[in-house]
């Protein structure tokens, strides 16, 4: 096991997948979510470095130092903050450093030949979250000025899929249930329904996704990046305003007319502001197609009052059908497992939904438990491959 991680080296993983878009650290907030809306391919985030974009002389590695990553959801959190509501043009037009993690070591660059092994101990022991390797031919890439250089990025997921690749090697550790191997985490954040969708951006900040319940620890859905970034800048003003159990319905429902309202009568310059500047369709659409029945309702009682929590999705799902492998067509619908679920089924499920962990629910209420994380997974192959042979 040990020897086929150190014949492989990280290069290995970014065979045939496209370069990372990057930029210089003079760059705006509003460059970074020009290059993340126009990104067709599966990377969801861009590198920033050092450089100066100007330079066209030729440079090594040590001169041009590669600062950290930034996602959509970073553009969201920092737009969510008061001042910026009001007035996202100027928003946009601060550095992209404002959006750089604070903590260091997340993201981390490394060289081409690192072997398999030695991206294990990084993701896992020294904690970071990111990979930037150079790929095409090195030498030729340390003589590229800086307008030229390639990079692929390699994340948890990329090690988690190579595992699953070579589950067989591993063998009895996939068989092995999650509770078992003990890495079901309960430090997870949640919300109840009833709580402001603000209160999830501390965790946000951290790539971290929210779960939602209502009725004590009945999950109904999750706040997570992704889910956030497929609304883009759009989901600033919702996260915002919106209530935990409403914010779900938005990710969902594409911005009906009930949130747009809400969202305008709990925010109105910031909307107008936005509408104006950023021209956020998913906000401004017309929504002649959308009955006065539904704002009636969504108002009833309280002129900013939000709607009562819908039938949590997640749940209606689960009794329908008994799985507890839940869909990511919808944006904010939860990755569900047991706890005696196996470490192979959960790394399928993962995979297979594109989420970063699973949640773990231990009845048909799915009553929450816990969490599983891509970091939880590769803990557990670190171990396996590290413990000591049995005589």
């Given at each position: ?8 080296e ?29 990104n ?13 974009p ?8 040590e ?25 996202p ?5 601060s ?26 101990e ?9 990979l ?6 090195t ?14 990025c ?26 078992e ?8 954040p949640?919300?109840?329904?009833t ?6 951006i501390?965790?946000l ?5 929210v ?9 109904i ?22 209530y ?20 305008r ?8 502001a ?12 017309s929504?002649e ?11 009833a ?7 009562p929590?819908p ?15 839940t ?14 679920s196996s ?19 231990e ?6 438990v816990?969490v ?20």
């Open positions: 096991m040990a020897v086929s991680l150190s014949q492989h990280v290069s290995d993983l970014c065979l045939g997948r496209p370069p990372l878009k990057w930029l210089p650290e003079s760059a705006t907030v509003g460059d970074a979510l020009s290059q993340l809306r126009a067709t391919v599966s990377e969801n985030c861009i590198v920033v470095w050092s450089c100066d100007a330079i066209s002389s030729p440079f090594d590695y001169e041009c130092v590669c600062l950290g990553t930034v996602c959509m959801v970073d553009i969201i959190c920092f737009l969510v903050r008061e001042e910026n509501l009001a007035r043009d100027q928003a946009l037009h550095p992209v450093s404002v959006l750089l993690p604070k903590v260091p070591g997340l993201v981390r660059l490394v060289q081409p030949n690192y072997s398999l092994s030695k991206a294990l990084i993701l896992v022991v020294e904690g970071a979250e990111i930037i390797v150079p790929i095409g031919n030498r030729k890439a340390m003589k590229k000025p800086a307008t030229r250089r390639e990079f692929c390699l994340t948890r997921e990329d090690l988690v899929r190579y595992f699953l690749n070579s589950v067989g090697l591993f063998s009895p550790l996939p068989a092995c249930s999650i509770s191997l003990k890495l079901i985490r309960t430090d997870y949640s919300l109840n329904h709580a402001p969708s603000s209160k999830a501390t965790a900040l951290r790539h971290v996704p779960a939602v319940t209502a009725g004590g620890d009945t999950l859905g999750e706040i997570s990046p992704e889910a956030l970034a497929l609304c883009e800048e759009a989901a600033a003003p919702a996260l915002a305003t919106l935990a159990g409403d914010l779900l319905a938005f990710l969902d429902s594409n911005a009906p007319t009930p949130f747009i309202s809400h969202i009568d709990m925010c109105p310059v910031a909307l107008d936005w509408s104006h500047d950023l021209t956020l369709s998913m906000l401004t659409a929504s197609d959308s009955s006065e029945a539904s704002d009636e309702e969504f108002t009682g309280s002129p900013t009052g939000p709607l929590p039938a949590p999705p997640v749940l209606a799902r689960a009794r329908r059908s008994g799985s507890f492998s869909s990511r067509g919808r944006r904010a619908e939860a990755v569900v497992c047991r706890a005696w470490l192979v089924a959960v790394m399928v499920q993962a995979l297979a939904h594109r989420a970063t962990h699973v949640w773990v629910c009845d048909e209420e799915c009553s929450l816990g599983v994380t891509f970091r939880d997974i590769l803990g557990a192959f670190w171990d396996h491959i590290n413990a000591p042979a049995v005589a």
